[in-house]
């Protein structure tokens, strides 16, 4: 077993204080203060570059904060093995030679520990991750084969048998279809049961409404954090995107000129 | 269409076995088969991780190192696995680190050092008189000269080299499919990422006298690219191309011995024909 800290359960699952992250000089994340509560499903939004994976790196513990700290149950996030992050689509080679299954299995990794080979429970585990995201039919599958939904809900199986009870999922609706993403948030929804805590990066601030508990409207500060009637005002839009968002003439639309990398526009009303 | 008639299927046998009357011949081949398994292995993570360049640049850096070796011992072979062992394994951890903490781009800060470090390998090997024969020894290989004293440190490295793989066969996946995963994960990243390095030095240090500095890299990654090209799965890749990578050191070995061509080229030679066949095998049957 490669060493992991135990959770202390009075803790918040996820409690962010004065988090300020640089990166290459730059200010990425200034002064963050934050908790999360256990089961919850938060949705990240802000312009591109607005620090969204920046923060999850942070809250992952694989980027070191310059200033301020970031607690899991009550430690540092170092030594904490429950963290899931599900990498932007675009960030993996689809060519690796992996199916689905070796995939998911490489969320065991941590509890199986050095120099085991995945035993019977293990595959289990996967084989129940699988079908908990509803793609146990596509394990034997190379991972190029697969539609961006289910690249999406592969990732969850693998945190799923990762036994995470974090998952950070950095904008996982965007780029696939409608039918793709009404079936993600879905499965979101089904998580809850499990008693997983959710963040969601996303520009859809509809989903965002729609679809979670609380929305946290950033860029490179907290805007605001709260349940969306509260964040989705005028005022902290304009902060969060500034010129980049424009009143539709004569109607009470707010447009987003965001340069998203599908060059789709946002709305809001 | 080939007819194959009792009489030629007799000649086919004598042209195979002929060269194997010879036992430089025999260890020649044993040689080339196992570094060929050996370096398929290490060399999928070269292909999956993109780190050919790198590759060719250890093998290149190393040259300073068998160079002192060989003006040290005074020309005697049997020393230069145990120099090249050392400069290797001292140049991939080297490079690891300048890469990962240098201002100017990686590949610049790579190439720099491995061009400035061959120089003086080649600088130190022509203060000898015998310069020419040598040089070319250590730069394209002299495999049908092992020894089987070498053949035993190839044997004894190359299972070392493989075991680790074997035994962190699922941190090595994971680390190379996804890094922040692993981060993730609490995998010790940095030491995993230098124990990558570090096999792969030991495998270039294990290669060095099949193929030389100068084709290294071919047989560190061109194998494990055609398996990459016709298999769905690393643990099959792997396999696939230690075959091929054994193959092409047989086939190429008679070619030399045939055609009287430099053994290390023949060998490489046979593996680059692979991997055209595959790769145009891919692009007829994708289309």
Same mark, same amino acid.
């Given at each position: 077993m490669y060493p992991h800290t %135990? %959770? =202390? =359960?009075?803790?918040?699952?996820?409690? +962010?204080?004065?988090?300020? +992250?640089?990166?290459?000089?730059? +200010?990425?994340?200034?002064?963050?203060t934050f908790h999360l509560h256990e089961g919850e499903r938060v949705a990240v939004v802000g312009p591109n570059g607005a620090g969204k994976s920046t923060l999850f790196k942070a809250i992952a513990g694989v980027l070191q904060p310059n200033f301020g700290e970031v607690k899991i149950y009550g430690s540092r996030p170092r030594g904490h093995v429950c963290i899931g992050y599900i990498p932007q689509r675009t960030q993996v080679d689809w060519n690796f030679p992996v199916s689905v299954a070796d995939v998911v299995m490489m969320g065991r990794s941590a509890k199986l520990g050095p120099l085991n080979w995945p035993h019977k429970k293990d595959w289990e585990v996967v084989h129940h991750a699988l079908e908990t995201v509803e793609i146990s039919n596509l394990a034997a599958r190379q991972i190029n084969q697969l539609s961006g939904g289910q690249q999406q809900r592969m990732f969850i199986a693998r945190a799923l048998a990762q036994e995470a009870e974090l998952m950070l999922m950095d904008e996982p609706l965007s780029g696939l279809d409608t039918p793709a993403q009404e079936g993600l948030l879905n499965l979101l929804d089904r998580l809850k049961t499990e008693n997983v805590t959710v963040m969601v990066a996303t520009h859809d601030l509809d989903q965002a409404a729609n679809h979670f508990d609380r929305i946290m409207l950033l860029n490179h500060r907290l805007i605001a954090f709260g349940y969306p009637d509260e964040v989705l005002h005028t005022d902290n839009l304009l902060q969060a995107y500034g010129g980049r968002l424009k009143p539709v003439d004569g109607q009470n639309i707010l447009s987003v000129d965001d340069c998203c990398d599908d060059g789709e526009h946002e709305h809001i009303h | 269409m080939i007819v194959v008639t009792m009489g030629n299927m007799s000649t086919f046998i004598d042209t195979l076995l002929a060269p194997l009357q010879y036992e430089f011949m025999q260890r020649g081949m044993i040689a080339a088969i196992l570094v060929g398994i050996v370096c398929a292995v290490v060399g999928s993570y070269m292909v999956l991780r993109g780190m050919a360049f790198f590759g060719d640049a250890l093998a290149h850096t190393i040259l300073p190192g068998i160079a002192l070796g060989y003006l040290v011992s005074g020309g005697a072979r049997e020393p230069l696995f145990w120099w090249s062992l050392g400069t290797s394994i001292v140049a991939a951890l080297g490079i690891g680190a300048i890469s990962k903490n240098s201002q100017i781009k990686e590949d610049t800060a790579i190439g720099i050092i491995f061009a400035g470090m061959f120089a003086l390998g080649i600088a130190l090997i022509s203060t000898v008189r015998s310069y020419a024969v040598d040089l070319s020894h250590f730069l394209f290989g002299d495999v049908l000269s092992v020894?089987?004293?070498?053949?035993?440190?190839?044997?004894?490295?190359g299972g070392i080299v493989l075991l680790i793989v074997f035994a962190f066969y699922k941190e090595f996946t994971t680390l190379s499919f996804d890094p922040v995963l692993a981060a993730t994960l609490r995998l010790p990243v940095g030491l995993l990422n230098n124990l990558l390095l570090t096999l792969i030095a030991v495998t270039v240090a294990v290669s060095l006298q099949t193929v030389g500095v100068a084709l290294m890299v071919a047989m560190l990654v061109t194998p494990a690219a055609t398996a990459y090209l016709l298999t769905h799965r690393l643990s099959h890749m792997m396999i696939l191309g230690a075959v091929l990578a054994s193959l092409s050191g047989v086939i190429g070995l008679y070619l030399s011995f045939y055609l009287s061509i430099a053994s290390g080229a023949a060998i490489v030679l046979t593996a680059t024909a692979f991997f055209m066949i595959a790769f145009g095998w891919k692009q007829i049957t994708q289309k």
């Open positions: %135990h %959770h =202390q =359960q009075d803790q918040p699952i996820l409690d +962010v204080l004065s988090l300020t +992250v640089r990166y290459n000089g730059r +200010v990425a994340l200034e002064d963050l | 020894s089987t004293s070498s053949l035993w440190l190839i044997l004894i490295f």
